[in-house]
């Protein structure tokens, strides 16, 4: 069964508006961990932010911050003042337990246009 | 600095062979995996290794073998068996902990091309 779903395939957006990624995942488990990554057409998979399941407040790095609602399994990312640099693929993932293995979404593309 | 190497960044195989792709890391991460990608698609696993000389099956191992000889080193061998190779081939590691925040440092790919 699918544990991360990303709805949106791909979105395009403006510079300097805020876009928001759609993530809601599926676990029975009460300890987990939620990621964003980023990965540009070079390949390469950057980390940009971690919200944790005890966490009281969402977390927020910079431009990115995770709007994580917990009753409803989602974990949204908000870009904040998008940059042409934004476009990439966008990957939300979870990970269960210190030992489990990170599961990802399908991803979502995303295209800031000037 | 630390970090996780895989090499080559480029690699051509022709049909029936077997081919290994290189993962090294010094982060002395526990836990190292191996996922492919497919163009426009998520990260599929392939295999991980918690610890040394130990290792499983991921969702598509079919078609391609590992060993983890090393706490630093996991190489992926892609063989003959698997018969749609051509992908983007990621490599990550992780530390592993009594807690779920870790996430994962990946290499900058291996890009397979059969040809």
């Known amino acids: 069964a699918q544990k991360i779903t990303q709805t949106q395939p791909g979105m395009f957006v403006q510079e300097k508006e805020a876009v928001t990624l759609d993530c809601t995942y599926d676990t029975s488990d009460p300890s987990y961990g939620l990621f964003w990554y980023k990965q540009p057409s070079s390949g390469e998979m950057i980390f940009l932010i971690y919200?944790?399941?005890?966490?009281?407040q969402n977390a927020t790095e910079g431009r990115y911050s995770l709007n994580f609602q917990k009753a409803r399994k989602s974990a949204n990312l908000v870009i904040s003042a998008s940059q042409l640099g934004d476009s990439a693929m966008y990957f939300c993932a979870m990970r269960e337990d210190s030992w489990g293995k990170l599961q990802f979404g399908a991803g979502t593309q995303v295209v800031v246009t000037p | 600095d630390g970090g996780i190497t895989q090499s080559p960044k480029y690699l051509f195989r022709k049909e029936g062979q077997n081919v290994t792709l290189s993962c090294e890391q010094n982060l002395n991460h526990d836990a190292m995996y191996w996922y492919r990608q497919d163009p426009g698609q998520g990260l599929r696993l392939i295999y991980y290794?918690?610890?040394?000389?130990?290792?499983q099956k991921g969702d598509i191992a079919e078609g391609y073998s590992v060993s983890r000889e090393k706490k630093e080193s996991f190489p992926l061998t892609v063989t003959s068996a698997q018969k749609n190779p051509t992908a983007f081939y990621l490599c990550?590691?992780?530390?592993?902990?009594?807690?779920?925040?870790?996430?994962?440092?990946f290499g900058s790919g291996t890009r397979l091309t059969v040809v």
């Open positions: 290794s918690q610890i040394v000389n130990d290792f």
């Open positions: 919200q944790g399941s005890y966490d009281q």
């Open positions: 990550a590691s992780s530390m592993t902990t009594g807690r779920p925040n870790y996430g994962y440092t």
